[in-house]
T-cell receptor
């Protein structure tokens, strides 16, 4: 079985400061890893994904994530946070073999960026 | 190019009534996934369908819930004899059939309230 853990329910950051949203995963195979963002009363929007190759993945809106196989982590980062980044962030995992694009999501981390 | 369309966006039902939620995938997408979002619990996978086939229903409750994706028309998630615990946001996502490394594209969700 595959699973994702997001250990922080909420992360507070001052605008302009770097942000990190943590994610660890557990799979019995090589993972595909994803980050999605959800704004209030909206659906999820894709931010970035790791499939293979370079461990540092760049995505939308200046976000990036680093795949760390030894620590089974895929933390989301941004060098300088904006108030408009405030939203709910989900990490997700998919095992490479089969299952279509069925993703297993974490419980989400609420990011709050303050002036 | 329209995105994933879900309707209704909001649905209110009394206990014991039926709820029908509809999802039209993105153009060119033949795979549909339904997820349920409960407060504090993140997104839980329910069912994965292709046209006229249920591929994976491991997340569907054993009773009262059913899903279909007919050859023509939208995918339908049907909840019979709703109870208060069914109150949640239900999200549909779609993906291309031949690309298993791709991300999911989500609709805006249908928010069910059971009185």
């Amino acid at each position: 079985a595959q699973s994702v853990a997001q250990p922080e329910d909420q992360v507070n950051v001052a605008e302009g400061n770097p942000l990190t949203v943590k994610c660890t995963y557990s799979v019995s195979g090589n993972p595909y890893l994803f980050w999605y963002v959800q704004y209030p009363n909206r659906g999820l929007q894709f931010l970035l994904k790791y499939i293979t190759g370079d461990n540092l993945v760049k995505g939308s809106y200046g976000f990036e994530a680093e795949f760390n196989k030894s620590q089974t982590s895929f933390h989301l980062k941004k060098p300088s946070a904006l108030v408009s980044d405030s939203a709910l962030y989900f990490c997700a995992v998919k095992v490479i073999t089969g299952g279509g694009n069925k993703l297993t999501f974490g419980t989400g981390t609420q990011l709050k960026v303050e002036l | 190019n329209a995105g994933v369309m879900q309707n209704p966006r909001h649905l209110v039902r009394r206990r014991g009534q039926e709820a029908r939620l509809r999802c039209s995938p993105m153009k060119g997408h033949s795979h549909v996934y339904w997820y349920r979002q409960l407060p504090e619990e993140g997104l839980k996978f329910m069912v994965y369908l292709q046209k006229e086939n249920i591929i994976d229903e491991s997340g569907m409750p054993k009773e009262r819930f059913s899903a279909e994706f007919p050859k023509e028309g939208p995918s339908i998630l049907r909840i019979q004899q709703v109870v208060r615990g069914d109150s949640a946001a239900y999200f549909c996502a779609s993906s291309r059939g031949t690309v298993n490394t791709g991300e999911l594209f989500f609709g805006e969700g249908s928010r069910l309230t059971v009185l």
